[in-house]
């Protein structure tokens, strides 16, 4: 029996595309999974996801935002609104876009980590230190993370913490590869 091409099937079949990095695959699945299903708020932030990748930011926050009419708690599309906000150096709105994140879902690692690399690009070392702290507890594995707070450190002239932070970034990177 053959499969009922619907707005789900449409949907997986654009996150098989953009997985094996077939942008414009993934952008025509998406939108036959909007077409069929045009309060699809998964296929809205899959396609803004694509047209982030793309550097389309007005269209991919128009998606991410068309998401979240639909589902105002789609706490990945406030960090990806945010993340178009750091990419035009909107670091105010990343940070206010993240926060909304970290309230929906306060366990996602990443998003201490992007608001923490917002706040450093505010020169607001310590509060960035504070979001990097956290990201670390939910994800001690990420070496990004450590290498971010130690320039965060050097920020604030804490040497030897920057130093301990870089040896435990070099380690991590040597254990990932």
């Known amino acids: 029996m053959a499969q009922e091409k619907n707005a789900v099937y449409w949907h997986s079949k654009g996150k098989e595309a953009y997985y094996k990095k077939n942008l414009a695959e993934a952008s025509k699945d998406f939108a036959k999974a909007i077409e069929m299903n045009p309060k699809y708020d998964s296929a ?9 990748d793309k550097k389309l930011y007005k269209e991919a926050a128009d998606d991410y ?3 979240l009419s639909l589902n105002p708690k789609y706490a990945d599309a406030y960090a990806n609104l945010g993340l178009i906000d750091h990419e035009n150096k909107k670091f105010e709105a990343a ?3 993240y926060d909304k994140a970290i309230e929906l879902k306060p366990k996602d690692a990443d998003y201490y980590h992007y608001k923490g690399l917002a706040l450093y690009n505010l020169k607001n070392y310590q509060d960035a230190c504070d979001n990097y ?8 594995m990420v070496s990004d993370v450590y290498s971010d707070r130690a320039f965060s450190y050097i920020g604030l002239k804490q040497i030897e913490k920057a130093d301990a932070d870089l040896k435990k970034w070099k380690q991590l990177k040597k254990l990932n590869k």
């Open 44 to 52: 809205y932030f899959h396609r803004g996801v694509v047209e982030y």
């Open 95 to 97: 940070i206010e876009h």
């Open 65 to 67: 935002n068309k998401a």
């Open 133 to 140: 702290t956290k990201s670390i507890k939910l994800a001690p």
